[in-house]
């Protein structure tokens, strides 16, 4: 079945680091895919998202590009601020008709020190 | 201002009791899922409907049961069945179609349960 693996954290980076979250996936044919964050004790929020192989979703400064050569949809942000310190979570959804749940990777938990 | 409202944010049960979650929206969404987040394990999808009156397993179904008797609401049940049911709990909601990818699911603020 469809399935999202992406990079362990914790991540820890100084202000205006250059933050990257791997996340590959396992999927048939060409599944959309998602950037989700998440503030503490908060639910989640789209981050950005991509439905097709070359598209680049950005927000926030955050970019991710759809590689379907490699399965992969990297999070990349230039310089991070401490407000980006979150959980952040890769997700796929699948290309069957009418089903629109998604799969979600385990999660990074990333920290911004100022 | 539209959304997913979960209640309560916080909810203790002894061990052996069921417990009720509440999850309603009015974005008028036909779709609505719950997940389970644990730490360091993600999100894990609990059970999901697509239109009233009708649900669905999700991954991790066991223990749980719900409803959807109106298209605005969603409530989940932890039963005492359920092994180890201390957790976090995400309802979301999701319009469907509306073009590539179909839209994204919008998420509640989450209700943390304790049971001891």
């Known amino acids: 079945g469809d399935s999202v693996t992406q990079m362990e954290g914790p991540v820890t980076l100084s202000e205006e680091a250059f933050l990257t979250i791997n996340c590959t996936y396992t999927a048939t044919g060409y599944p959309s895919l998602f950037w989700y964050v998440q503030y503490p004790g908060e639910g989640l929020q789209l981050l950005l998202k991509a439905t097709k192989a070359d598209d680049k979703g950005s927000n926030k400064g955050f970019e991710a590009t759809y590689r379907k050569e490699t399965t992969s949809f990297h999070l990349e942000k230039g310089s991070v601020q401490v407000s980006d310190s979150a959980v952040y979570f890769c997700?796929?959804?699948?290309?069957?008709?009418?089903?629109?749940?998604?799969?979600f990777g385990a999660g990074t938990t990333v920290t911004v020190r100022a | 201002d539209g959304g997913i409202t979960q209640s309560p944010k916080y909810l203790f049960r002894k061990e052996g009791q069921n417990v009720t979650l509440s999850c309603e929206q009015n974005l008028n969404h036909d779709a609505m899922y719950w997940y389970r987040q644990d730490p360091g394990q993600g999100l894990r999808l609990i059970y999901y409907?697509?239109?009233?009156?009708?649900?669905q397993k999700g991954d991790i179904a066991e223990g749980y049961s719900v409803s959807r008797e109106k298209k605005e609401s969603f409530p989940l049940t932890v039963t005492s069945a359920q092994k180890n049911p201390t957790a976090f709990y995400l309802c979301?909601?999701?319009?469907?179609?509306?073009?590539?990818?179909?839209?994204?699911?919008?998420f509640g603020n989450g209700t943390r349960l304790t049971v001891t």
């Open positions: 409907s697509q239109i009233v009156n009708d649900f």
């Open positions: 979301a909601s999701t319009m469907g179609g509306q073009g590539p990818g179909g839209s994204p699911l919008h």
């Open positions: 997700a796929l959804r699948g290309v069957v008709a009418n089903d629109y749940k998604l799969s």
